[in-house]
């Protein structure tokens, strides 16, 4: 299937690792210009020469998404770079794993106002698009109360309410707006890799929850947001597409 | 991107108008091998005729698949033609939206049973491929209750739920199961083309509820079921793939 994303120009945060990093690579292939940042601005410089092999033109900054005026300063100097913006990927988080109202504070600034900004300074170039898409990623974790108590699930909740509103009220000027799910996804320096070293029983358990027997790749979700951001997706707007192997084990009305 | 569908088996319910014509196309075009039904022998004649462009095996079938004999009869000759099945897209509905008897027992039997059965009856074969993939053609009424009281909603509900214990049930042998549900879905000799036609102040109304400003084709539809029946969608199973341009206007937790 051609995507049709040959020449369009993406924006993703948070490009250097994991799911992010497979994100910017897939729209790399698919022939899109990119930019994206992380924290590391080595880490940045690196995935930046690593992408522009690939044929496209790839630029970075080492910024931090929780500064808003460092993000928004970002994203305009990227649209600038590039030509303007086709697709924005939000896919930061703080991956906040308690309770404390610190957490919370974090998940808020990361996860939701880093979602909110990105897409707040990127929409001016976005609606410029004849293909305007932006995705945010969730969690599964967003549409479940299965865990102990943390501010994580919430903020993920509140992540794809924020783009169901984007989407219905950027549907008469053209610009798509969806949530990518994933559930457990898997690589060595993200948090299953981590608990998989640190806590192998707490691992061993969650793996055994996969309906599908394992955990996913950041490949898998990065396949699901590059369909999303595609033309080949024209309308489908609003939606929440789960990446997550069925572990939720709801029915997703 | 490449979906990999190249030499997979597919089979679809429905293929010879509007969306089941057009996910058969699709299939075709990404190189499936493809059966299909329809109950017009003529139009069954035709489209396998016209799918011989894509140069991959077409198997065009006169089939009532609310007789479930017969349904079962056409999957097990399919998929012994074919030599297998790796893709089964449950698609046909009786679009039965009064509240009468008939329109109940036409909606049971059409579109949930039909499903059931042919999801039943293609099991056996989906379950001996290394990537099966199952679908069916929801709607976004499934999920929507502001409509008159009608037998339509409540059975694409109840194919999203079943779809989904087919997604946990199936998880561990490595079937994946998705609804792809579509909003208003224009085509000439379909739902809203007569609609067009014999009441326009309607058909005008509902381009008005589209938050896009217009309704969706029966190729979006197909682009959404051909992604979620590749191998690129390997962890998703279990999700409803919304595909209305946000009519729906709701959050898809």
């Not at chain 1, 992380?38 to 044929?55: M, P, S, W």
């Not at chain 1, 990927?89 to 610190?102: H, M, T």
């Not at chain 1, 947001?225 to 069925?246: E, H, L, R, Y």
């Not at chain 2, 998703?236 to 341009?245: I, K, P, S």
């Amino acid at each position: 299937m051609d995507l049709q994303l040959k020449g369009k120009k993406a924006l993703v945060t948070g490009g250097t690792r994991g799911i992010g990093r497979a994100i910017v690579e897939t729209l790399a292939r698919e022939g899109c210009d990119v930019a994206f940042c992380a924290r590391d601005a080595g880490q940045v410089d690196d995935a930046v020469k690593a992408i522009g092999k690939l044929g496209v033109k790839a630029t970075g900054a080492g910024i931090d998404v929780a500064d808003s005026t460092a993000l928004a300063d970002w994203v305009a100097q990227s649209a600038a770079e590039l030509g303007g913006l086709d697709i924005v990927v939000a896919n930061v988080s703080a991956l906040a794993q308690d309770n404390k109202p610190e957490t919370w504070k974090a998940s808020f600034d990361i996860d939701i106002m880093g979602t909110v900004n990105t897409i707040d300074a990127a929409l001016p170039h976005v609606l410029k698009s004849k293909a305007g898409a932006l995705v945010a990623i969730s969690s599964a974790a967003g549409v479940s109360a299965n865990g102990p108590m943390r501010a994580y699930n919430p903020i993920k909740s509140a992540i794809i309410t924020y783009m169901a509103l984007q989407a219905t009220n950027l549907a008469p000027k053209g610009v798509r707006s969806n949530t990518v799910s994933p559930g457990m996804i898997y690589f060595e320096d993200g948090v299953w890799g981590q608990r998989e070293r640190e806590q192998p029983e707490v691992f061993k358990r969650s793996l055994a929850a996969n309906p599908l027997g394992r955990m996913g790749t950041p490949q898998e979700v990065a396949n699901a947001v590059a369909f999303v951001a595609s033309p080949c997706a024209s309308f489908i707007t609003g939606a929440n597409i789960m990446v997550d192997g069925a572990l939720t084990g709801r029915v997703q009305f | 991107m490449d979906l990999h569908l190249k030499g997979k088996k597919a089979l679809v319910t429905g293929g010879t108008r509007g969306i089941g014509r057009a996910i058969v196309d699709e299939l075709a075009a990404e190189g499936c091998d493809v059966a299909f039904c329809a109950r017009n022998a003529d139009q069954v004649t035709e489209t396998a005729a016209d799918l011989g462009r894509h140069g991959v095996k077409v198997l065009g079938s006169v089939v009532d698949v609310a007789e479930p004999e017969a349904l079962k009869v056409w999957v097990d000759k399919a998929a012994s033609d074919l030599g297998g099945l790796d893709i089964v897209v449950a698609n046909v509905s009786a679009l039965a939206s009064r509240n009468d008897v008939e329109a109940w027992r036409a909606g049971f039997e059409t579109d949930v049973m039909a499903t059931v059965n042919t999801m039943e009856a293609a099991q056996p074969h989906v379950l001996r491929s290394e990537s099966g993939s199952m679908i069916a053609i929801s709607s976004v009424s499934g999920v929507s209750a502001s409509a008159p009281v009608n037998a339509y909603n409540p059975m694409k509900s109840a194919v999203i739920t079943y779809m989904a214990l087919l997604a946990t049930n199936l998880a561990p042998k490595g079937v994946r199961a998705n609804t792809v549900s579509p909003g208003t879905i224009y085509f000439d000799d379909g739902v809203w083309g007569t609609c067009k036609r014999e009441d326009p102040d309607r058909f005008a109304f509902m381009i008005k509820r589209n938050p896009m400003g217009r309704m969706g084709t029966p190729e979006e539809i197909a682009a959404a079921v051909a992604f979620l029946a590749s191998s690129r969608a390997g962890f998703v199973t279990g999700a409803n793939l919304v595909v209305d341009g946000a009519i729906t206007g709701r959050v898809q937790f």
